[in-house]
């Protein structure tokens, strides 16, 4: 076999207590395209910026090209011929494509930026890739997908031997996903190598010519796409066998709980982020709204948590929303707070947990360790920081916390990203549970709402097949827009052709 | 207001506009790569004991000038450290290098000159008069002599303008400002250039506090750089972090502060105190009426790199 | 999205603050007397001036050095309040002077009212006076979206110009010869204690201290001030804060205590109103507030360190001639230590085993992000 374009050999990393890395190793070939598998948390992602120079390993070797990759942060490794697509894009919104494409970039006679020339270099890579892009739009007001093929763009633009793409599919529709593994195909054909970081296993074995699985740290698997299927990797992946959930039963849709009607949002730029979405909740049901990232799912979750006046329409919540946001480190716990006072968020000023105007801050505990029990949060102790969980335990106090609110309505925008498997799967039946009027976590101490009253539950997620399997009304949210998935189109094609259609109107 | 009274108010505009455009200009290529330098008052008084102490010594204002910037950029260089290099809150070190840099001024000036110091006397930055247009009526006496750290006011501001959008430079400079961690991912490095933009600010503000002490006074005083740094800072913001913008903003400054000797020779009654909150006042309500939907560089006084592990 | 900062703000449990404190004032000790000997004075001579001027004896101690710590304190219990809710209130020299104007005005004006009325009302106003004099900035963080940083500190050269117009014009003392006040009725005057002069403001600031420090611990309210300085977004998804009100609290109760400080001053050190009343003591408060670690009980310990450089300072000029400016340059290497000592302890600790403690210092980024007006949905811009 031809020489490797890239070898990482038993690469070790520690973030404090955490072993992100512990054995990890990877061999990929030009020509082909690599996948790099694992369940959240895996180290996945941390391998990846090793490789592109984002962070020092603690142990082990990287080379390129049979070249040792040179200290010396991203720039040694861009210059080594590694291009990066971050899955969070590494664009500056206010700047056009072509300012964000010429970053860095030594494109220019003497100091003078010379944009007409990165112009007629994307003209010329749009033609060869397929990839259309506007270059003198500023990247602000371009749609999610665009900014991934402004992504791609820009590490091809500096012509890299080894294109890393990390969970590029999160932020495609159905039909984009397919769109561009043609594109990487086209990219492998002229010699390059691409690595690709995912967890839908069906998605990446349609694309993968090689297979690399980490399991906690360590490389547990580096196989060729015939040799492996579906179920192996799985097992590769979580370590034993899983059987799959069987789809939730769909549920009698009790009393309206909420409405919103005609409500525009403008988000943080001062664009609408959604606009004349009109939803009705029941008590008993899930309402499942599928897209991708980037729509207006995080503003309209704050709305229908009544924690962001709309711009117009009119909003009628109940008394105890719970919010469960996308970002748990950014928005729902406060990273240098201990456990209890990040209960405390949600609890300070609720009876069971209040003295007068002052906090009880024994009930407060007692709350917290019921809900580290119940939701099996992983902490280094009593005392520790939010900040010193892993980003799994970290979402699961948050559910936690939320659940145990015994909310009359409850928002939840990705909740299962970042859980591992069986942790998903144990707030999955926890979701279905409470729809059906359960035990849920009211007990935990919030009090409230009686336990046979059950909430409803708005689900946003990018993952299709997660809304597909527990919502009972299925929407889609497309560039700000709700549109309602007819029973007809209940499948994740049907799906991703209401997204494109929508799209391109 | 007869034609010597204009060209006297026109001529004091301009000449308390420079300071404030020189400090304000450096102070927009700081913060569009994301650091606020609220330390900037310290480097102007830094600015105006160096010059003072340059022009005295050497007896030639300019070497003054240059001394002043050195002494501008030596106080933005700890500002730098600090807030750069060890990433520590930019307010809390500007507000340090601010305390600094005034009780280091009045320490070295006490030092030199003894703590009861008779006024002392500067050789001063000669006016400058443009050949041709200084021969214009009213307007040439007072916008076109003006001492060279003036026009060098102007010429920076479409010169920084030229190269905050027109240059590779400018570019990898904004993108500092606005998202440092797509700059870091595309190969930029963050700090340098933040580094360097302080210490360009600290140079004009250094400039700016000689020509307080050389075009103005004549003299140096503790304490008489008298907030300009803050003003400053706030006419960056009118500006909305546009070189030109700003230099205009700061011409509107520096007409309000002259108005301010116009206003004590009609309105004889107006305690001269008021008169002397009045550019606060000033900046205070523009600040209030002006901002709208301007927008500051993205990551204006944020840490780089980020504070947490994620 | 990807320089989103999250900024540490939670008192680390551990020793952290404790050790940078005393690390930074070693350093800066170090740095000064190295400063000193190069200007040419004697270090040992001047640090031991330093000392004696502060505590000589217990009467100096309690006369000199407490009575300078006073207003110290509550201008760092002020500025310490600000931070931990995020709030960049670099404007207590000026709501001081806002508080000192007030207390000085209630003592003039009502020369008649008997002690039990009069001193109160005199702290009550100077209080109240201090919070209005916050509501400038308050305004334009709110409704305009412009920071408090640059605001607060034009709103003190603001303060600074206005008192001495009162003190040339309205309020100048019955002789008119010295741009000062007449001297406040002796019912308006807090009462001494002991032979010295130290005055009843000195543990009225201690008590307040304490308070602060039990209700920023235990009470929802206080919860609720540091969930807001810690991370504005996730008290506001939280559900249960009102960002916009919590803050909005804070600054004002911040303006109060250091309208209080100016307060306590004029009634029990000054007993009138002059310029140049404050030697920058809502500057020092910055200094004073970090080196505290933000912590109101270590503001006691903070505030005592500084009143004892201030009190000191004078004897340096006497004894050993170092002119007195040198202690605010002092304070400033006080501060930038405690800054490095704060990065290089957390530094250690991040690549180390535990979890990385606190800075010692600031409101968290995210509340500087809404103050900027970037239009964040949930900044309190609307409040």
Redesign the interface.
Known sequence: MARAAVEMRSVSKRFGPIEALADASLRAYPGEVHALLGENGAGKTTLMRVLCGALAPDGGEVLVENRRLPPGGTRAAAAAGIGMVHQHFALVPSLTVAENVALGTREGSGLRLALDRVHARLAELERVTGLPVDAGAPVAGLSVGAKQRVEILKALYRDPRVLVLDEPTTVLGPQEVDWLFGVLRSLVAEGRTVLLIGHKLDEILRVADRVTVLRRGRTVLAQGRETVDAPGLARAMIGRETTRAAGAARAEAGERVARVEAVGIRGDDGRMAARDVTLDIHRGEIVGIGGVEGNGQRELALVLSGRLPPAAGSVHLPATVSLIPQDRSAGGLVPGFDLAENMALAFHDDRAHRRGPLIAWRAMRRTARQIVARFDVRTPGWRATARSLSGGNQQKLLVGRELARSPDLLVAENPMRGLDIAAAAFLRDKLVELKGGGPGEGDAGAGGRPTNAPPGIVLFSTDLDEVLDLGDRVFVLVRGRLIAVPEEERNPAGMGRLMLGSERA | MDAAALQAFLEASVRLAAPLALAALGETISERAGVINIGLEGSIIGGALGGALGALFTGSPGAGVLAGAAAGTAIAAIFALFAVTLNADQIIVGTAVTLGGLGIAGVVYQSVFGATGTALTLPTLPALPLPGLSALPVIGPALFSQAWTTYLACLLAPALWYFLFRTRWGLDLRAVGEEPGAADAAGIRVRRIRFLAVLGAGLLAGIAGAHLALAHAGTFAEGMSAGRGFIAIAVVVLGRWNPLLVLLASLFFGAASALQFELQAVFANVPYQLLLAFPYLLTLAALAGWIGRSRAPAALAHPWPPRSGE | ??????????RS?RTGPLAAGMTAILAAAVLAAA?LAL??YDPVAAGHALVSGAFGSWERFASITLVRATPLILTGLAVALAFRAGV?N?GAEGQLYAGAVAAVWVGLAFPAAPAWLLLPGAMAAAAVAGGLWTL?PV??RF????GE???T???N??AI??V??LV??PLQEARGVFPQTDPIALAARLPRLGSGRLHAGFPVAVVLAGALWWLLR????G??V??VG??V?????????HTGRVVLGAFLFSGMLAGLAGGVEVAGVTFALYENLSP?YG?TA??VA?LAGLNPIAVLLAAGFFGVLQAGAAAMQRDVGV?A?????????V??AV??A??FLRRGM?T?????G??A???G?EA?ESS???????SDT?G
């Open positions: 999205m990807i320089s989103q900062p999250l900024r540490p703000r939670l449990r400063g200007a040419g960049w670099i400038v305004g334009l409704r305009a979206g412009v940083v640059i605001t500190i034009l709103m050269f603001v110009h206005t001495a117009w040339h014009g235990n009470s929802a309210w919860f609720r540091r969930a810690a991370s977004r996730a008290a506001a998804v939280s559900g249960r804060i920058g500057y910055i200094a970090l002119p400016v040198w202690v605010s340059a002092i304070e400033a290497l501060i930038l800054v490095a704060d990065r991040e180390g085993a535990g979890p990385p606190r800075s210092a600031s409101p980024s500087r900027s007006g970037s239009g964040d949905p949930l609307g």
